[in-house]
T-cell receptor
Framework: GDSVTQMEGPVTLSEEAFLTINCTYT??????LFWYVQYPGEGLQLLLK?????DKGSNKGFEATYRKETTSFHLEKGSVQVSDSAVYFC????????????FGKGTLLTVNP | ETGVTQTPRHLVMGMTNKKSLKCEQH?????MYWYKQSAKKPLELMFV???????ENNSVPSRFSPECPNSSHLFLHLHTLQPEDSALYLC?????????????FGSGTRLTVV
């Protein structure tokens, strides 16, 4: 079945550091890929998405490129801020499931001033 | 406000109580979902409703009983829960056939079973 593997956390960075959170997937067909963010005490919010190979999703300085050849969708940001501290979830939909989202386990990011 | 509203935000209940969680969306979505988020565990899909019909039950214990009276409302009825059921319960919705847009989540109900 479909699955998502993302790097284990926690990740701790200083403000203005470069961020990469790795995400790889296994799916049948052609899934759509997502990054969600969860701030403390809140639900999940869609951060960015990509629906086909080589698409780049971007939002709030974050970027991720849909790489079909490596089945990856790594999240990057050039300069993180304290306010980026949150849990980040990689997810896919479609593929072998009609409309179900399959999530990774989440990566906790802490950014220190 | 995301467009998906969950109430209450926090709930403390005893193991013999009966309570209900409510989720409401007015986004015109036709699919709704319940997820359980426990500390240090992946998100667990519990139930899926599509056009008010339950299409998935992920082996959830019968002490959790979902209800979807229409495409805009979803309930999770709780009875005789266990302490390990304490978690954040998240509701989400999506357009039924446009899965590439992903889900819209509510802020969740933080449930504590004592």
């Amino acid at each position: 079945g479909d699955s998502v593997t993302q790097m284990e956390g926690p990740v701790t960075l200083s403000e203005e550091a470069f961020l990469t959170i790795n995400c790889t997937y296994t799916a049948t067909g052609y899934p759509s890929l997502f990054w969600y963010v969860q701030y403390p005490g809140e639900g999940l919010q869609l951060l960015l998405k990509a629906t086909k190979a080589d698409d780049k999703g971007s939002n709030k300085g974050f970027e991720a490129t849909y790489r079909k050849e490596t089945t990856s969708f790594h999240l990057e940001k050039g300069s993180v801020q304290v306010s980026d501290s949150a849990v980040y979830f990689c997810a896919l939909s479609g593929g072998g499931s009609n409309y179900k989202l399959t999530f990774g386990k989440g990566t906790l990011l802490t950014v220190n001033p | 406000e995301t467009g998906v509203t969950q109430t209450p935000r926090h709930l403390v209940m005893g193991m013999t109580n009966k309570k209900s969680l409510k989720c409401e969306q007015h986004l015109g979505h036709n699919a709704m979902y319940w997820y359980k988020q426990s500390a240090k565990k992946p998100l667990e899909l519990m139930f899926v409703y599509n056009f008010k019909e339950q299409t998935e039950n992920n082996s959830v214990p019968s002490r959790f009983s979902p209800e979807c009276p229409n495409s805009s409302h979803l309930f999770l009825h709780l009875h005789t829960l266990q302490p390990e059921d304490s978690a954040l319960y998240l509701c989400a919705s999506s357009p039924e056939s446009t899965v590439s847009y992903g889900y819209t989540f509510g802020s969740g109900t933080r449930l504590t079973v004592v």
